[in-house]
């Protein structure tokens, strides 16, 4: 497939992004993809790049702070508002007037700031593993946690408790929750290896936004909760999440209800990254839904 990659000035910093495929085909809108972390580059998406195979653009791009694009040291740019000025600032600088937009996790959390923001010309979104109020993250992660063996869950409150957090038994114990909720292939594919990498070569967004760890959240974005403003949204959307995904039944499930326009598809078997662990069939759903709402043409938005 086409590919194109092109650093777009965002506020004087230079932002990463990828453009797959031809132009979408008539009738169909470009999908644009939003990573999660927050600090989490977007390499771990490359599946969804096979949406472009159905006739519509797929455009990724790194956030700033993290992957390809600039790593500013200034805690005060890591910001929700300013996130959704960086999406609003790509779409002009690419021509991208009417879209599907796509978040995951994190990026899922992007995206309805984003709707709720009045954008013009976002006429479907999906929402990934995604949350509408951390606090309920926080609460079902706690929930999660404490299903974890009990000799995990002693390295995880002394590791915790001494602040070394950054220790390889830290890490090992963490990965125990990672593999069980996560990512739950055996082999973990190299796109998410390379994302992590990067991530852990310069964690500043994760740490500034949610903490330490997956525990721990005291970044800016520990008590966002945008669950009371879900009826405002009017666009299609699709809700996706895993069986065994953090972002639980209840997390996702909450999402769904608020938005009236939902669909949920709740897959068996997978965790926070089902478009890993089942990519044929995340793709068919998500194909499935885009085809359903440019079908209905125009779409609220």
């Known amino acids: 497939m086409q590919m194109h990659e092109q650093w777009v000035e965002v506020g004087g910093y230079k932002v990463w992004s990828k453009r797959i495929g031809q132009a979408s085909a008539s009738g169909r809108w470009p999908v644009v993809l939003l990573h999660g972390g927050p600090g989490v580059p977007s390499d771990y998406l490359e599946p969804l790049e096979r ?6 653009e797929v455009i ?7 992957g390809r694009s600039d790593h500013p040291d200034d805690p005060a740019l890591l910001q929700v508002n300013r996130f959704v000025e960086e999406l609003a600032s790509l779409r002009k600088a690419l021509s991208l007037e009417t ?11 992007l995206a309805l700031e984003v709707a709720l923001s009045d954008a013009q010309g976002v006429n479907s979104l999906i929402l990934s593993n995604a949350p509408s109020s951390m606090p309920l993250w926080v609460e079902e992660t706690a ?19 001494a602040n070394t957090t950054d220790s ?7 990965m125990v929750f990672y593999r069980r909720h996560v990512c739950r292939l055996d082999q973990w594919p190299d796109c998410l290896m390379r994302s992590f990498s990067s ?10 936004m949610c903490g330490k760890s997956e525990f721990n ?21 699709l809700v996706i999440s895993g069986q065994y995904d953090e972002a639980t039944p209840k997390v996702a499930g909450a999402l769904h209800q608020g938005i009236a ?21 995340y793709l068919e759903r998500v194909n499935t839904f885009l085809d359903k709402v440019e079908s209905n043409q125009p779409a609220p938005c």
């Open 143 to 161: 929930r999660l946690r404490q299903e974890l063996p009990v000799e995990v869950r002693i390295r995880l409150d002394q590791h915790e408790n």
């Open 60 to 66: 990724l791009y790194d956030q700033l702070g993290c």
């Open 168 to 174: 390889e038994e830290y890490q090992e114990a963490m």
């Open 199 to 208: 991530m852990e070569a310069d964690p500043r967004v994760y740490r500034a």
């Open 51 to 56: 949406l472009a195979e159905s006739g519509r």
């Open 261 to 281: 326009h939902s669909e949920w598809e709740l897959m068996a078997d997978c965790s926070h990254l089902c478009h890993l662990e089942q990519t044929e069939r």
């Open 99 to 109: 879209i599907h937009l796509y978040g995951q996790s994190w990026g899922g959390m």
């Open 217 to 237: 959240v005291t970044g800016s974005l520990r008590d966002w909760d945008r669950s009371d403003r879900l009826h405002l949204i009017q666009q299609p959307t």
